[in-house]
T-cell receptor, first 119, second 107 residues
Framework: GAVVSQHPSWVICKSGTSVKIECRSL??????MFWYRQFPKQSLMLMAT?????????EQGVEKDKFLINHASLTLSTLTVTSAHPEDSSFYIC???????????????FGEGSRLTVL | KNEVEQSPQNLTAQEGEFITINCSYS?????LHWLQQHPGGGIVSLFM???GKKKHGRLIATINIQEKHSSLHITASHPRDSAVYIC?????????FGTGTSLTVIP
């Protein structure tokens, strides 16, 4: 099956620093990738939709200047948490849509997630 | 009110038991996903369905579009089935996620 890889799987950083998380589709091309945030014991919350070669679309309430998303190629999207603070500590997950599907059925492939802890 | 409601929130079962997790939704959908999230956090898509029933090994997923309801069944449950199971619906424009059902299977 299709594989999506996230890196790093966990990261600890100091308050005020920036952290970059990568999401790669390993065996398919992804026109669209989605970034989610998950707090403990809660479900996934969509942060933004990332389309290759264009600006990301952010959900209401998500600061686009704080969570920078870049989707420069069909196999890579990055999420950069800028000037991270302890309240940004969370589990971040990406998912990807296979570019082959012209009419998208809704099939998604998820990454393993990245746990960010800001001290 | 959440667009996707799951029940139960938590479930503990003895190994070998038959397990059912329910999902009700309030929006029109083009597809419904059952996702499995392991303790490490990684998510695996178990099923995507838009009608009827699908089976994969010991897992069975059913959906009733008229009643806006889906169930995930696990037959002969095993401790390795312990995970959070998330129901997600796709409307054709966006996804809505349930809050998940935490399953623990005791040996």
């Amino acid at each position: 099956g299709a594989v999506v890889s996230q890196h790093p799987s966990w990261v600890i950083c100091k308050s005020g620093t920036s952290v970059k998380i990568e999401c790669r589709s390993l065996d398919f091309q992804a026109t669209t990738m989605f970034w989610y945030r998950q707090f403990p014991k809660q479900s996934l919350m969509l942060m933004a939709t990332s389309n290759e070669g264009s600006k990301a679309t952010y959900e209401q309430g998500v600061e686009k200047d704080k969570f920078l998303i870049n989707h420069a190629s069909l196999t890579l999207s990055t999420l950069t948490v800028t000037s991270a603070h302890p309240e940004d500590s969370s589990f971040y997950i990406c998912s990807a849509r296979d570019a082959k599907s012209r009419v998208w059925s809704g099939e998604l492939f998820f990454g393993e997630g990245s746990r960010l802890t800001v001290l | 009110k959440n667009e996707v409601e799951q029940s139960p929130q938590n479930l503990t079962a003895q190994e070998g038991e038959f397990i059912t997790i329910n999902c009700s939704y309030s929006v029109g959908i083009s597809a419904l996903h059952w996702l499995q999230q392991h303790p490490g956090g990684g998510i695996v898509s178990l099923f995507m369905l838009s009608s009827g029933k699908k089976k994969h090994g010991r897992l069975i997923a059913t959906i009733n579009i008229q009643e806006k309801h889906s169930s995930l069944h696990i037959t002969a449950s095993h401790p390795r089935d312990s995970a959070v199971y998330i129901c997600a619906v796709y409307t054709g424009n966006q996804f809505y996620f349930g809050t998940g059902t935490s399953l623990t299977v005791i040996p």
